[in-house]
C-alpha cells in the first residue's frame, strides 16, 4: 500500500511512472485499492487548506494555463470568488469555509469577544460574494454554528480558531463524500453506452475535487463499467462548459464534444442526445432548480424531445426555506462578460448589455433530482424534505 501511495503521489506531481501507470485508467484501477483519504492524492484539486492560505486552481485561466494560486487571508478568498477564479455553487461554499477559518486563525484578538469580532466580518465579507450559490449561506451558517458550540466549551481563542479550521476541512471532505454518493445514484439512472448532454461546469473543478455533482453521475456510471459519453454545452458567457467541462473530461479520458449552446435543439432532434444532467446553484422546497443561465432553455428542449432532465446536486444545495423559484435570488454579473471573451471586444461601445448568471427551471421539466441521499421525483415538495431531513 505504502508504494501505491508513492505512485499516486508521483503521478499527481505530473511525473509519469509508466508502464506501472500510465494514466487515468491505471489511477482507477489503482484507486479500487486504496482507502477513501487516497482519493485526495490524486484528484484534481480545485481548493485546498494549506498552512499558507487557501490553494485554489485559477479557472479563469483554464484550459490555456493550469496555475495554483495561493490566497492569504479572508478578503482574498472572497475576491476570488467574486472574481470566479473558484466557481460552482459546492466549491464556493468550501472556498468560503476556508476562507473565514483563515481569518480567524489570522485574528490577533486574545479574547473571546475580539475573535467573535472580527469573525463576524468575515462571515459578512463572504456573504456578499455570490447571491445565487446557496451553498455560501450554508457553509457560512456551518461555520457560525461551529463558532458557537466552541465558544460554549471554552475561553481559549487557539482552541476556536482550531475548532474552525477543522469545520473548512469537514464541509471540504464531506463535499467529495456526498459527490460520490450522488454519482453511485446518479449512475444507475444512466444506460450502458448513454450520451449525456451538460450545461456549465457541474464537475471537480465546481466542487471541493473529484467527482463533481452532473459530472459526478457521468463518473458514477462510468465506474459501475458503463460506457459513457458527454456532450458539453459551451456556456456562453463564462464558457465553463468549453474551458472547464471539456477540459475535466478530457483529463478523464471521458468522450466529450463541445457544442456551442444554441445547437443543443439540433442535436437532440437528431437523436444524439440520451439524457440531460445539470447541477444547481440552488434548489427551492418545490424543486425549481437555479442553475447557469441557459439550464431553462435545455429543460425546454429535453422536454420537447422527450429526453430525462435530470439535476444533480448534494443535500446541501437544496433551500427548504424559500417555496419555489421566484424566490431565488438571481445574480446580475458584469457586462463585460458579454461584451468581451477575454480581451477581445465583441459588442460595440455603448451598447446595453443584460447578464443574469442564472436561471430557473421549473420543477415540472425536472425528471428527478440526484442528490447524496437518493434521488427524488414529484411531488418535490415531499421528496426534498424526506431528503433533507431524513
Ligand atoms: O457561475 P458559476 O460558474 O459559479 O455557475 C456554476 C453553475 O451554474 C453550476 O452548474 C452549479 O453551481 C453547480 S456546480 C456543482
Known sequence: MKQLTLLIMLYNCGIQTAPMLEGPKDMR?????????????????????????????????LPVE???????????????IKQMVIRGAPAIGVAAAMGIAL??????GTSVVDLEY???YMCDVMSQTRPTAVNLFWAIERMREAFRQARSGTKDVEVIKQRLVTEAQAIFAEDIKANRALGRFGGELLADGATVLTHCNAGALATAGDYGTALGVVRGARDAGKRVAVIADETRPFLQGSRLTAWELSKD?????????????????QGKVDVVVVGADRIAANGDTANKI??????????QHDIPFYVAAPISTIDLSIPSGDGIPIEERAAREVT???????????VAVHNPAFDVTPNELITAIITDKGVARQPYTTSLRRMVEG
Open 29 to 61: 484501477a489503482a484507486l479500487a485499492y486504496c482507502k477513501f483519504e487516497e482519493i485526495f492524492l490524486i484528484m484534481i484539486k480545485t481548493v485546498e487548506w494549506t498552512n499558507e492560505g487557501v490553494r485554489m486552481i485559477d479557472q479563469r485561466l
Open 66 to 80: 493550469e496555475k495554483y494560486v495561493m490566497l492569504r487571508s479572508c478578503e482574498e478568498v472572497a475576491e476570488a
Open 103 to 108: 481569518g480567524a486563525k489570522q485574528s490577533v
Open 118 to 120: 472580527d469573525f463576524d
Open 253 to 269: 479520458e471521458i468522450p466529450v464534444t463541445v457544442i456551442t449552446d444554441n445547437m443543443a435543439g439540433h442535436v437532440m432532434k
Open 294 to 303: 441557459g439550464t431553462y432553455m435545455v429543460a425546454v428542449l429535453a422536454r
Open 340 to 350: 468581451h471573451v477575454r480581451d477581445q471586444q465583441l459588442v460595440p461601445e455603448d
